[in-house]
């Protein structure tokens, strides 16, 4: 198993960057697929980006793609989602999970851990 912890949140402008990060601790990170979700209110959490166990293969959704980037350090057990030109409807909670599926799912419930999540609030 594993446990996620993000962290990186928080309020800005418009056209600003943040960099998320997600601390995983357990015996199943390095052979874990990575994904970042994001729900914003009265919505479904939908995937935004995903990584796989090496780091070699990544994959966008495209309301993100170009603006968005993932990337995994093994070492440390951390995963990060870099977020540039901020738009509003960014705005959301946003969570770090693990998935033991081949490829780079792209579905909620392919995911086996969750962390808590991160707000992030972009304002126009």
């Known amino acids: 198993q594993v446990q996620l912890v993000e962290s990186g949140g928080g309020l800005v402008q418009a056209g600003d960057s943040l960099r998320l990060s997600c601390a995983a601790s357990?015996?199943?990170?390095?052979?874990?697929?990575m994904g970042w979700f994001r729900q914003a209110p009265g919505k479904v959490r939908l995937f935004v980006a995903g990584?796989?166990?090496?780091?070699?293969?990544?994959s966008y959704a495209d309301s993100v793609k170009g603006r968005f980037t993932i990337s995994r350090d093994n070492a440390t057990n951390t995963v990060y989602l870099h977020l540039n030109s901020l738009k509003p409807e960014d705005t959301a909670v946003y969570y770090c999970?693990?998935?033991?599926?081949?490829?780079?799912?792209?579905?909620?419930?392919?995911?086996?851990?969750w962390g808590q999540g991160t707000q992030v609030t972009v304002s126009s």
């Open positions: 999970a693990a998935a033991l599926r081949d490829g780079i799912p792209t579905r909620s419930y392919d995911y086996y851990a």
């Open positions: 357990g015996r199943t990170f390095k052979s874990s697929v």
């Open positions: 990584i796989s166990r090496n780091g070699d293969t990544t």
